[in-house]
């Protein structure tokens, strides 16, 4: 190989190398982005009036977010968006809100069993959403995508392993 052949070679070597260590980078930031709030809950009634009790988690090392709304949706058709409720509250890192919130009650929800058919989305004011649907008191269901990253990140905390 000639010299100008071997710096070429270098040169394209180091240009993968790089593009290869920004795309690891990008996409461990998407990751830590995409499960830095875990948001659940369990369904609450008082006498006829059905409302969720939320447990929502800002799991980030250094970004504050904020929440907007809840929707209620169910077969993808949207019953009520609660504008009010969660509008405005600070997620600072490292918060856990869950008691103090004061959501309002669900309309046109009267018993748990309607509402344990319900999907509720929570909405962060960059325009995240959050949806789950409660398939019980206290029980979640999440894709196995999603519940394999919260795993993932589950496991890189408890080892002490900072990403951020």
Known sequence: MTFWQEVLAIFIGDVFASALIVLLYVGIQWFL?????????????????????????????????????VAYKRDNKTIWIDNDSLWDVELRPGAIK???????????????????????EVRLQNGTNF?????????????????????LRDKVEKAAITLE
């Open 98 to 120: 869950g008691r103090v919130l004061k959501v309002k009650p669900v309309q046109g929800i009267e018993t748990v069993k309607d509402a344990l058919r319900l999907e509720v």
């Open 33 to 69: 982005r995409a499960t830095d709030v875990k948001i659940s809950y369990n369904w609450s009634w008082n006498g006829p009036n059905v409302f969720p009790n939320f447990d929502i988690r800002n799991r980030s090392g250094s970004i504050t977010y904020f929440l907007a709304n």
């Open 131 to 151: 949806w789950r649907k409660g398939t019980g008191p206290g029980q979640l269901q999440m894709g196995r995508i999603q519940t394999a990253a919260f795993w």
